[in-house]
């Protein structure tokens, strides 16, 4: 059996992605009913996120999509037998959910972008946002607001949208706590 370069590529990236899915964050709320979707009044489809008995992990298969966001994809890939898709383009994409974040462990490591992952650098993971996109995160309990760079694939938690570096986490004001509910949105 012959190893071709697509094999490598493909096995590469499954690696990467489930570096990327480590269980080590596994703090934030964890009740969201995605049968119970709503719209706010911008039109951005969001869950009910509350907590559950155990407030152990973030759950969710909302995927927020807004008005005028252009839903081809560029390409799809699969972690833990979930398939996601990535957008051709931002648009005036917008969500809400729970931002996390990620350092020392990955500090180092390569990026689903290619590039070195720096926890020190405004940078984020998001599972269907184009890579080099840049996002607005608001911190919706402080009003605290950060702009990041999507490079890396993430976070495979369900309930979480974004995780973030720790730089960006600590402008947010979420080290502490490791996660917060937000509001992503695309900026052009």
Same mark, same amino acid.
């Given at each position: ?20 899915? @480590? ?6 709320? @964890?009740? %969201? ?32 999509? @807004? ?11 699969? %972690? ?16 809400? *959910? ?15 972008? *290619? ?17 080099? @996109? ?38 947010? *004001? ?7 509910? %937000? ?6």
């Amino acid at each position: 059996m012959s190893i071709t370069i697509k094999h490598l590529l493909a096995f590469s990236l499954s690696i990467l992605l489930m570096a990327c899915a @480590s269980d080590d964050l596994n703090t934030a709320p @964890s009740t %969201v009913d995605s049968t119970e979707q709503n719209t706010n009044d911008d039109g951005i489809i969001v869950g009910h996120i509350g907590l559950d008995d155990n407030d152990s992990d973030a759950s969710t298969e909302t995927q927020a999509v @807004s008005p005028g966001v252009d839903i081809s994809h560029r390409y799809q890939y699969e %972690v833990r037998g979930k398939q996601y898709k990535v957008f051709n383009q931002v648009g005036q994409f917008q969500e809400i *959910g729970i931002a996390s974040w990620y350092g020392p462990g990955f500090h180092g490591k390569k990026t689903a972008s *290619g590039e070195k992952y720096n926890m020190h650098k405004m940078t984020a993971a998001h599972k269907t946002l184009p890579l080099g @996109s840049r996002v607005l995160v608001t911190n919706l309990s402080t009003g605290k607001k950060v702009t990041v760079r999507i490079n890396d694939r993430g976070p495979f938690h369900r309930g979480r949208v974004i995780d973030l570096s720790k730089k960006a986490a600590h402008k947010l *004001g979420i080290i502490k706590k490791g996660w917060a509910k %937000v509001h992503v949105k695309a900026i052009q």
